[in-house]
Nanobody, 122 residues
Framework: VQLQASGGGLVQAGGSLRLSCAAS????????MGWFRQAPGKEREFVAAIARSGSTYYVDSVKGRFTISRNSDKNTVYLQMSSLKPEDTAVYYCAARDSPSLSGLVRGYAYWGQGTQVTVSS
């Protein structure tokens, strides 16, 4: 499974961005996908996840601002980010796992994309 993330960029606080992650290869083995982020000097942290069923899971800090969605036909997952804050600045990674349950743990995901930079200016 290969994951290709895109859509990052520079945005002012309060603005919006949409990240995309396209999966290719043995996509039949993917049951759920997620987004993580890593700021300089910090550990990679969970942001949101979505199961094949459509169930979603968010970290508290992004609830009400970020929305994860999935286009199963295109094997693509999206992260719509609104009301962005400077503390959202990070490299965002998409990930996939071969389990139907949702997970917020880095070790819960077997497949990772290359990351896309999101910078929110104040």
């Amino acid at each position: 499974v290969q994951l290709q993330a895109s859509g990052g960029g520079l945005v002012q606080a309060g603005g919006s961005l949409r990240l995309s992650c396209a999966a290719s290869g043995r996509t039949v083995s993917i049951y759920s996908m997620g987004w993580f982020r890593q700021a300089p000097g910090k550990e990679r942290e969970f942001v949101a996840a979505i199961a094949r069923s459509g169930s979603t899971y968010y970290v508290d800090s992004v609830k009400g601002r970020f929305t994860i969605s999935r286009n199963s036909d295109k094997n693509t997952v999206y992260l719509q980010m609104s009301s962005l804050k400077p503390e959202d600045t990070a490299v965002y990674y998409c990930a996939a796992r071969d389990s139907p349950s949702l997970s917020g743990l880095v070790r819960g995901y077997a497949y990772w994309g290359q990351g896309t930079q999101v910078t929110v200016s104040s």
